[in-house]
């Protein structure tokens, strides 16, 4: 009896091998369905094999595409299988990091791939750029090399636009052979944030880069953004228990979409935060794990070396810098200005061998021997590219004693010296400008109407000054000038470093001012 089980078994087993080894070898003989394998097994891979198709850029690889792929999975996979979600996922990570096609524009149609009933909504700070990725995601369907792969898939020919397009998976029909069966499967509705989601829903919801610098300079952008994530996206769920919110950007403004959900402190989200460097953002790596995948510091050294990183710190400044490659929308340290980077100077500068052109710009305040202080800063810009900071006219004065002091200071600076006065919001700041400008005829003079905070508004000035290109004529104003300067943004009074920031973007602009008589 034991023989007779052991030969059954011995033949169980026998036909078992052959039977692996019949499909090892089918496999092996159709390299297509090795690659499909692969692909149903990983988004990275899928990545990569899908990346001819989108971008005619030699594919880069770096640690943190595999890592973020697996962290879609996880989060596509439960809602494949229609479970509770676990958490909704936040991604902050620098600019030109491969995060727009990873996840607006790979991602879903890898999972198309795999549950092709699945429904995605996307959005973007603007409809251009979230059409465009729609685009591309849709470009990729209906390409050759997709096709041999999946020749299954398909998008539905009377519902094919960038703005909402959908998938159909053909399948054979129980009929006949001959005769393919389509069956209707999900779709992408694509939008800009603060659009209209009135009757989509989706399984997945992305939104990529819910703002641009620009319109994180205002707090209405901010604003704006935070309550069409709230209350519009929120509420476009197909399953509110398993449909989950996907949020990728480089941080802008510390209420930015990012900074608005963290402060919620939610327990269901996920938050992976990868700075650009961590020799001055380490304290925002999340989690902290990813340290070890860092080379000198450094989150990719092919496409951001310190070389990079150093001409960025340039074109953004220290505040953008902070922001958009150490996810930290905070200057490192808590202060934008290295003052002891200041040039101090007692040298007379001959206008005609220099060439300098002067502004003497005034940030009023109207009190009197309290609270904010007026400010009006002469700063002129040299031939040599540097510029001088050459007095500061600083006083808590009446309304009527501050116009007599601007008046004046006008006579001494002379005519050829630029006055513009700032403008504050409102009816009452445009007549207290049209006051002063009336008060200066026969001056260059206009107003000024600055937008976003004061913090973005002294980023140039920051870069210029830490630098090195800023020089102070020797004064009893410096110590105090300097102080404010050192502790900003968090010094108790900005008007110095606002009259100044006010003053260089005004000699740095391209705009040419037109004269007011």
């Known amino acids: 009896m034991e023989v007779i089980t052991r030969v059954r078994k011995n033949k169980i087993t026998e036909e078992l091998l052959i039977s692996q080894n019949s499909k090892v070898l089918e496999v092996l003989s159709h390299p297509a369905a090795i690659t499909k394998e692969l692909n149903n097994r990983s988004l990275y891979h899928f990545l990569q094999w899908a990346w001819p198709e989108i971008s005619t850029q030699v594919y880069t690889d770096n640690w943190h595409i595999p890592y973020l792929c697996k962290e879609l999975e996880q989060i596509a996979t439960r809602v494949g299988e229609r479970k509770r979600k676990e958490h909704d996922l936040l991604i902050n990570v620098p600019p030109g990091s491969t995060k727009t096609i990873l996840c607006s524009i790979v991602f879903p149609v890898w999972c198309w791939t795999k549950w092709y009933w699945m ?12 059409l465009e990725s729609a685009e591309y995601s849709r470009d990729l369907i209906k390409s050759q090399r997709f096709k041999e792969l999946y020749p299954e898939l398909d998008i539905k020919a009377d519902k094919d636009t960038k703005t909402n397009y959908r998938i159909v998976k053909k399948e054979p029909s129980p009929i006949s052979p001959r005769y393919n069966r389509e069956s209707f499967g999900g779709n992408r509705y694509s939008t800009s944030v603060g659009g209209t989601l009135t009757g989509f829903h989706g399984d997945i919801l992305i939104w990529d880069d819910a703002l641009n610098p620009q319109q994180a300079a205002s707090d209405i952008e901010l604003e704006n953004a935070a309550r069409w994530i709230d209350q519009t996206l929120s509420t476009r769920k197909t399953n509110k228990e398993v449909s989950a919110t996907i949020g990728i950007m480089q941080r802008l403004h510390q209420d930015d979409p990012s900074g608005h959900l963290l402060k919620k402190q939610k ?31 450094l989150f990719d050294v092919n496409r951001m070396p310190w070389s990079v990183l150093q001409e960025l710190e340039t074109d953004l400044g220290q505040y953008g810098y902070a922001g958009q490659i150490g996810q930290a929308p905070t200057p490192p340290g808590g202060g934008m200005f290295k003052i002891e980077h200041f040039q101090l100077t007692n040298q007379i500068l001959e206008e005609k061998e220099n060439e300098i052109k002067w502004v003497r710009y005034w940030d009023k305040a109207g009190s009197a021997g309290k ?19 050459d007095d500061v006219k600083r006083g808590q004065w009446s309304s009527e004693q501050r116009e007599r002091i601007i008046r004046q200071t006008a006579e001494v600076d002379g005519k050829k010296c630029w006055v513009v006065v700032e403008q504050e919001p409102g009816s009452g700041g445009k007549e207290s400008a049209e006051n002063t400008i009336r008060n200066l005829a026969g001056y260059l003079v206009e107003a000024d109407k600055p937008t976003g905070d004061k913090a973005k508004r002294a980023d140039p000035l920051s ?22 300067f050192e502790l900003f943004p968090n010094s108790t009074y900005k008007d110095q470093v606002d009259a100044t920031s006010g003053g260089f973007n005004f000699l740095t602009r391209k705009k040419v001012a037109r004269r007011i008589t």
Request: net charge positive; hydrophobic share 40%.
């Open 119 to 130: 429904r995605f909504i996307t959005a973007s700070y603007s409809s251009t750029l979230a």
């Open 267 to 297: 327990e269901n989200l996920r938050h992976i935060c990868i700075p650009g460097e961590i020799l001055h953002f380490e304290g925002q790596l999340k989690p902290q794990e990813l340290k070890k995948h860092y080379v000198d510091n």
């Open 463 to 484: 870069v210029q000054v830490n630098n090195g290109n800023i020089l102070l004529r020797i004064a009893e104003w410096n110590k105090v000038y300097m102080d404010e």
């Open 371 to 389: 609270g904010a202080y007026t400010v009006g800063v002469k700063i002129g810009k040299l031939k040599s590219g540097k510029f001088l900071v």
